[in-house]
């Protein structure tokens, strides 16, 4: 099946509430283009390397979402016209998107990446670090930066059972935290292996890739 047509029958499995984010990830701005021409307007790269020259190329009224891990300096790069950015999982980023955010006169929305997984090679803040970054944001101090939610990946496992824990966990710290900021209003987990589950747990907003631009 195409891109369009495997976008259009995997969008027809989701709920309204959901946001389906297409990975596009090392996949060419053509493949981007087909998903496009389909109707659909949010994707996601992990790479600054990548998102630059396909925002540069492609449609400019795509919503480009960076969802990989994001190191300070290249914050600066995106910063003008990232329409969210999901992987925000230390305080430090935080205040450097902030800084450039001021620089580009604008908001920029992200997710607090949160680290629920049984992994370390995972990326998030812990509870502890949650808090205090948390009410450092409520007092007001990372202007130009609005969160707008959590973002979490579970587990790479079988075990169904311990990814709904990971997600229900997620979906706890989610529900205390929105009701102290009002800004929220996405919860983001669920990939193309666990999405279901996902939804079943509360998700709003889902990643997948593979499931529609097929393997690289």
Request: aromatic share 8%.
């Amino acid at each position: 099946m195409s891109v369009s047509g495997n976008l259009l029958q995997f969008k027809s499995q989701l709920p309204d509430h959901v946001t389906l984010i297409a990975v596009s990830k090392t996949h060419p701005s053509q493949a981007v283009l087909e998903a496009y021409s389909s109707g659909h307007r949010d994707f996601g790269e992990n790479r600054v390397q990548e998102l630059v020259p396909k925002h540069e190329e492609l449609p400019k009224d795509i919503r480009w979402h960076l969802i990989g891990h994001l190191q300070t300096n290249k914050v600066k790069y995106v910063a003008p016209f990232v329409h969210m950015i999901h992987s925000v999982d230390s305080e430090k980023l935080l205040a450097e998107i902030s800084k450039q955010a001021l620089k580009c006169n604008r908001m920029i929305p992200v997710l607090l990446q949160i680290f629920i997984a049984q992994e370390e090679t995972k990326f998030g803040f812990s509870s502890e670090e949650l808090r205090s970054t948390a009410d450092k944001y409520i007092s007001g101090s990372f202007p130009g930066v609005e969160i707008h939610g959590f973002m979490g990946m579970a587990t790479n496992t079988d075990n169904e059972q311990q990814v709904r824990r990971e997600f229900r966990t997620l979906r706890a710290m989610y529900s205390e935290y929105s009701a102290q900021i009002p800004t929220m209003n996405t919860l983001s987990m669920g990939m193309s292996s666990d999405w279901k589950i996902a939804i079943e747990e509360g998700s709003t907003m889902i990643r997948i890739g593979t499931a529609i631009f097929g393997h690289r």
